[in-house]
């Protein structure tokens, strides 16, 4: 079989073509900026030379230095982080303290949301953690709605999320959904139930909220715009009760915790 | 009298009008403030403190409440690393030796203050270390806590109630001397790694984003904070530099660092540094750690492997449908040659 000019540029358009359907999503996946994070390039320079060793090697240090900065005084204090140089505070809100569950009727799920914001331009990163201080529960009688363990077939746990869509499971959990939220949050189908302080032994709080990524260039002193450093995310409080629940206006507190990475 | 009667209708007609409009703006007035925004603000975030027994030292913070009026106390409880990645567990019994106090004339630890809205209040905390505490680190976070709003009655429902934290980190020491144990636990290419001549390596496809962990050690008594670099090299001459940011490494854990600047990385698992480009060939990765002046270097190296796989399959998949598409074209041809003899 003979190849003709005709065949040759043929096969030369169809190479060409192919190669480009590799590579052209490729190259669009490599944004310079996403909307939550800075992304940094390293300069690459040409003229070093080549690392000699090679495979795994793990050093090890022991040691004193003395505190030069230890002063007569007896103290030395650092405040902010020495990799930041901002000034920007440490910020936490919540949009809405007051979550309204209305009247609740048996078999209906009856829901609210309130929004959680961190600004941790001066911190770097964060977490938010959530614990309630005990099940929904009635004042004066004690009556207890319990907390979800969601559809009877996805059960979920106060770390893991599951799917919880059945009128005829009961109980008292939430959903995350936005920025720096746990992954098992898959979709608004997903909740779990709050960690309960007065479990025994009592719940350690939960992470709803966390990012370790630091979201300012290194010595910046000019600081990221607004929007690259606010996170933000949604908790939808839900609540579904059988027709054998006791009558009663149900309550609990849920403490969020913010605080900075160190 | 008809055209009194008349008016008298009309003004009927506007008093109920206006009770109407009066109910309806109140109503949705309501619900507006019904909504209750905390919003608060604290500076600095972080605090390192290396004292002697027997010192004190006071440090102003400054608290803001950018959402609505409300009451709030600050408290100081104890915390400890939570992972490698700076998370804490907060505990909520006081522990440890160290001493604090409000200097403010008006405002106590653990007693309710009122800020309104767009209010700041400066917070003059005292840290005292007693003679004779033992010489170690102490970690604490400085909590500025709203209280719960009241009971919506006849409602169930579910108040919320914020903290927002501050940490605080007391080296204690005599002498002025810190103890400084460091050590790379972990320096690696993340990924599948391959048997290659004996030994095994990381292998990705150039166009990936090669996503690096490093995770360092304290075996001290004290936190550490590490200064260094990851270096890349590469087989043509390449090398290009990261800087490692300079975070604490808590007393007796680990830390994962990272380095900037980096590749942003969507993983569920956090890394140290991301690379992005193109690579081909083999690359080294070095990094140089020390935790100040006259500190002993730590060195850590990995390597991995970059292939143009996308490329080359794309390549031969593009030959295949050309080659069988020209014989296809040249089989036409030729039937319609011997067509033409015939």
Wanted: with cysteine; net charge negative; glycine share 6%.
């Amino acid at each position: 079989m003979k190849l003709s000019c005709f065949s040759f540029k043929l096969l030369f358009l169809i190479f060409t073509f192919t190669v480009f359907l590799f590579f052209a999503p490729l190259s669009l996946a490599l944004d310079m900026e996403s909307t939550d994070y800075k992304i940094q390039y390293g300069n690459v320079v040409i003229g070093g030379k080549d690392q000699s060793s090679s495979g795994y090697n793990l050093s090890t240090s022991i040691g004193q230095v003395a505190a030069n900065e230890f002063s007569s005084s007896g103290y030395i204090v650092k405040a902010g982080f020495q990799y930041l140089h901002s000034i920007i505070p440490f910020t936490f809100s919540i949009s809405d303290i007051n979550i309204d569950l209305g009247s609740l009727v048996p078999n209906t799920p009856s829901t609210d949301t309130t929004t959680l914001t961190v600004s941790a331009g001066g911190a770097g990163g964060y977490q938010v953690t959530a614990i309630e201080d005990n099940p929904l529960q009635t004042l004066a009688v004690g009556n207890t709605i319990p907390n979800t363990s969601c559809d009877s077939g996805t059960p979920c746990s106060i770390g893991t999320a599951d799917v919880w869509t059945s009128n005829d499971d009961y109980g008292f959990g939430y959903n995350m959904a936005g920025q720096d939220v746990p992954v098992d949050f898959t979709n608004s189908t997903y909740y779990r139930p709050f960690a309960d302080n007065s479990a025994s032994p009592p719940d350690s709080p939960v992470v709803v909220m966390s990012s370790s990524k630091v979201t300012m260039p290194t010595g910046t002193p000019t600081p990221a715009p607004a929007s690259e450093r606010t996170h933000e995310s949604t908790v939808t409080f839900k609540v579904n009760v059988s027709p054998l629940q006791d009558e009663g206006t149900y309550q609990t507190v849920i403490k969020f915790t913010a605080t900075p990475i160190y | 009298m008809i055209k009194y009667s008349f008016n008298k209708k009309i003004f009927r007609i506007l008093v109920i009008l206006f009770t109407l409009f009066c109910t309806i703006f109140f109503i949705s007035l309501n619900q507006k403030v019904h909504a209750q925004l905390i919003s608060l603000s604290i500076y600095p975030p972080i605090l390192k403190a290396i004292m002697k027994p027997g010192k004190e030292i006071m440090i102003a913070y400054n608290i803001k409440n950018l959402g609505d009026p409300t009451t709030l106390q600050m408290l100081v409880l104890p915390f400890e690393p939570k992972d490698n990645l700076g998370n804490v567990r907060i505990k909520e019994e006081f522990e440890g030796p160290i001493r604090f106090k409000l200097d403010n004339t008006n405002i106590e630890l653990n007693q309710p203050i009122f800020l309104k809205t767009g209010q700041s209040q400066q917070i003059l905390l005292r840290i005292r270390v007693p003679e004779g505490a033992p010489e170690k680190d102490y970690y604490y976070t400085l909590f500025a806590e709203t209280d719960p709003s009241p009971t919506i009655e006849g409602k169930t429902s579910s108040r919320s109630k914020a903290r927002i934290g501050s940490h605080i980190l007391i080296t204690v020491t005599k002498s002025g001397n810190v103890d400084i144990k460091g050590k790379v636990s972990l320096f690696s290419v993340l990924g599948n790694k391959l048997p290659f001549f004996g030994d095994k390596i990381s292998l990705f496809d150039s166009t990936d984003i090669i996503p690096i962990t490093l995770i360092v050690e304290n075996n001290g008594r004290n936190s550490i904070k590490p200064n260094g670099e990851i270096i890349l090299r590469g087989n043509f001459g390449e090398r290009a530099e990261y800087n490692i940011l300079s975070q604490n490494i808590l007393a007796y854990s680990q830390r994962q660092l990272m380095a900037t600047p980096s590749a942003y990385f969507s993983s569920e698992k956090p890394v140290s540094l991301a690379l992005s480009g193109f690579f081909i060939g083999k690359y080294n990765l070095s990094t140089k750690i020390n935790f100040g002046e006259n500190t002993p270097q730590l060195y850590a190296s990995t390597s991995f492997i970059a292939l143009p796989f996308k490329f080359i399959i794309g390549s031969f998949i593009a030959i295949i449908v050309g080659i069988v598409i020209i014989r296809k074209l040249n089989d036409d041809k030729d039937d319609e040659n011997d067509e033409e003899e015939e």
